[in-house]
């Protein structure tokens, strides 16, 4: 089966999923932080430009510190999210899911030179391109990776009516997969509902209306709701 | 639709995370994918670049196969859509494949919808579903609904990325080229190539695009499919509907079914029996695109398409709503645009003027005036009170000091306090002592956490009503002196200080 996701086991015996963020959301937020780079530099040129030459050497050390400081100290200090990366939800992360440090995120900012070689980014982009986890040199070299940060798309609370207990014990994702029909059910139309419903005659030994009820019951049995 | 065979993790994602489900799909076929693409491809960049040749026009070529995506998208969606559903076809089968898909659309995005930054998610719905042109709309405005941001910035990266591939190209070949050449080529290139030998140059050119566009376009189609794959599963719930399937398999099989069956039966006396036999479930499994996707629609299923325009009928695919909104009960009239009057008498018109601006400076000094004189007053009130507040609190932090051994002629000790003015500490002493005094009398253990109350407590129990009163007296009065900053007058103080607690030996 095909997904983006990295799945991680700790030794305690938890999985991580790491949703693995891809070439196009990352470049979009590339291109917001060069915006925001670029507005900073040309605001911060107007009181230096009435500075004569030391007002030069103050932009340079300025745009060093743009092109170099900008993405470690965000990284390591925003929590792996530069002002580009947080419009989007994106997120750097080591390999093994722990947040970025400063070695890592050192090593793949300064292999941004390689990434960007032919001067547009074009290594960096065939790299993510190929990569499973689209991840360029540098992130491969750091070992580290972008990763979605933001929430999923959620459902509705489950409407509270009597709980029942299903007649049969089910498995884990069976019981997630109920729950998550209550919680959805809203984002359907009845008869999509009722669809799915029927599908579970089995369980419930009702049809159309009656089923969706039953297996909304159900969620809330599941969610131990009384 | 046959959804157990596909091939993807289905789940909720955000379009975005959704982006790059359609990176992996395309990276899984990318053999299929692209045999299909330059076998369709390659040719079509021949014919067109020798016809802008043999025209006399060289970036023809480029242009017409930039113009030309909308045609050459249908090759990676067939494969994909195949993979994703069943399995990879070859680049033949593909080939074959695209008579059956219908023409209108592509013509469509090949003409007046050709600058269109949703045609990766057109793509899908026009090929795939094979809609009537009615129901298509509809379909369309369900479909876009929330997504119709991401697809037009997929476009544009798409758009970029190609870019970049095609400067990529360039500036590699000229970083390539060994420095100490550079000014004699540079100089040859614009001097002699341009002119000379610009169709070779165009023709290099068309080229380079075409390989960028050979790697780009192939994603935009995946990225645009997996958006509406993942729309799909966020409006029908195909990962429901999966897990339901798995469940219900499952209990089929385990022969539990059939117990569960008859007690719901029992519980709900419905008819279910019939229902589920295992022959439903080994229908024919649909193997083709066609099957999965139901396609043509509705020319002979008569009862699917009365069930598909009922479900259009829902408000959430389209067809009427009822929206509120406030508006104006009257429209106000259009006012006639105000020529500006002439005045009938200039001069006077000009002093009244005068004079209410002048009224109007007035006003403001005086409401400025107000102002200050406010502020300025508020700055000393405030000042006071501060000093006020601090110079109490300095009174309220004197020394009760709680460990000092008491004199041992008390009453004395605390009159003369008293008379100094040190009204708080005198009778913080006599507290002090009348506590003691009780301590002794009632032989208590000395204990230093007895609070006023404990000690209002401990004379309730005393055997001698009249003691019992005195400390009571003692310990309200210090009370509402350490509490409530109100003392007794001399004579109360005199009234206290006469008798036991005071005067140790004394009776009450």
Request: aromatic letters at 8%; one cysteine or more; charged letters at 20%.
């Amino acid at each position: 089966m095909l997904d983006t996701v990295r799945e991680i086991e700790t030794p305690e015996g938890i999985s991580l999923r790491l949703r693995a963020a891809g070439a196009v959301p990352r470049a979009q937020a590339w291109m917001l932080d060069l915006l925001v780079r670029l507005g900073v530099f040309v605001l911060a040129m107007i009181p230096f430009s009435l500075l004569g030459v030391g007002g030069n050497g103050l932009a340079m050390l300025l745009l060093f510190a743009l092109m170099w400081a900008y993405s470690v100290v965000c990284e390591v200090w925003l929590g792996g999210q530069t002002l580009g990366k947080r419009a989007l939800g994106l997120r750097v992360v080591n390999a093994d899911g722990t947040p970025v440090t400063w070695m890592p995120s050192v090593v793949r900012n300064l292999l941004r030179v390689v990434d960007a070689l032919p001067g547009v980014y074009g290594v960096g982009l065939a790299c993510t391109l190929i990569d499973p986890h689209a991840r360029r040199l540098g992130d491969i070299v750091a070992g580290t990776m972008v990763v979605h940060a933001a929430e999923l798309p959620a459902g509705t609370q489950v409407p509270k009516v009597a709980a029942i207990a299903p007649p049969v014990v089910l498995a884990a994702d069976e019981q997630a997969a109920l729950v998550e029909f209550a919680e959805r059910s809203g984002q359907l139309t009845l008869q999509r509902q009722e669809e799915l419903a029927n599908l579970l005659m089995p369980l419930t030994g009702r049809r159309d209306s009656g089923a969706v009820a039953q297996l909304i019951a159900h969620a809330n049995w599941l969610l131990g709701r009384a | 639709m046959e959804l157990e065979r596909i091939s993807v993790v289905l789940r909720p994602r955000a379009p975005r995370e959704a982006l790059d489900l359609g990176a992996a799909m395309l990276r899984a076929n990318a053999r299929a994918v692209w045999s299909a693409w330059f076998a369709f491809t390659l040719p079509a960049f021949v014919l067109c670049n020798t016809l802008g040749v043999v025209v006399g026009l060289p970036w023809l070529g480029l242009l017409l196969m930039w113009w030309l995506k909308p045609l050459f998208d249908r090759l990676p969606l067939y494969v994909l859509a195949r993979a994703v559903f069943d399995r990879a076809p070859g680049w033949r089968a593909t080939l074959r494949g695209q008579r059956q898909w219908p023409w209108g659309s592509t013509w469509a995005a090949l003409s007046w919808l050709r600058i269109d930054s949703n045609r990766s998610l057109r793509l899908p719905l026009e090929l795939l579903e094979g809609l009537p042109r009615r129901q298509r709309s509809a379909r369309w405005s369900v479909l876009r609904r929330r997504i119709v941001t991401d697809a037009s910035l997929l476009t544009y990266a798409c758009l970029q990325f190609e870019l970049v591939l095609f400067l990529s190209v360039w500036l590699l070949t000229w970083m390539l080229v060994p420095h100490e050449w550079l000014p004699d080529s540079l100089r040859d290139f614009f001097r002699v190539d341009v002119h000379a030998a610009s169709t070779a140059w165009m023709l290099l050119s068309s080229l380079v695009a075409y390989l960028a566009m050979s790697v780009i376009e192939p994603l935009y189609v995946a990225c645009g499919f997996a958006l509406y794959l993942n729309r799909r599963t966020q409006l029908e719930a195909w990962d429901i509907d999966l897990a339901f399937r798995r469940l219900r398999q499952r209990l089929l099989a385990n022969g539990k079914a059939l117990a569960v069956l008859l007690v719901c039966a029992g519980c709900w006396s419905l008819p279910v029996h019939a229902a589920i036999s295992p022959q439903a479930l080994q229908a024919a499994s649909p193997t083709s695109l066609e099957q999965v996707f139901r396609q043509p629609v509705g020319a002979a299923d008569r009862r699917f398409a009365d069930a598909a325009a009922e479900a259009y009928r829902d408000p959430r695919f389209g067809g009427e709503r009822k929206t509120r909104e406030w508006v104006f009960k009257y429209t106000p009239a259009p006012q006639a645009a105000a020529t500006p009057m002439q005045p009938l008498f200039p001069g006077f018109a000009g002093g009244v003027a005068m004079i209410l601006k002048l009224a109007l400076w007035l006003l403001l000094a005086v409401a400025v005036a107000a102002l200050l004189r406010f502020v300025w007053r508020w700055r000393g009130t405030r000042a006071g009170v501060d000093a006020a507040a601090v110079s109490r609190l300095r009174g309220l932090r004197t020394q009760v000091v709680a460990d000092a051994p008491l004199p041992a002629d008390l009453a004395a000790a605390v009159r003369v306090m008293w008379h100094a003015h040190q009204q708080r500490e005198a009778l913080a002493l006599l507290y002090r002592g009348c506590v003691e005094q009780a301590t002794r009398l009632l032989q208590l253990p000395s204990s230093l956490d007895m609070t006023e109350a404990d000690w209002l407590r401990q004379a309730a129990a005393m055997a001698d009503r009249a003691r019992a009163q005195r400390v009571v007296t003692i310990v309200r009065t210090w009370q509402f002196a350490a509490y409530a900053g109100r003392y007794p007058d001399d004579a109360a103080v005199e009234s206290l200080l006469a008798g036991w607690p005071a005067q140790a030996g004394a009776p009450a």
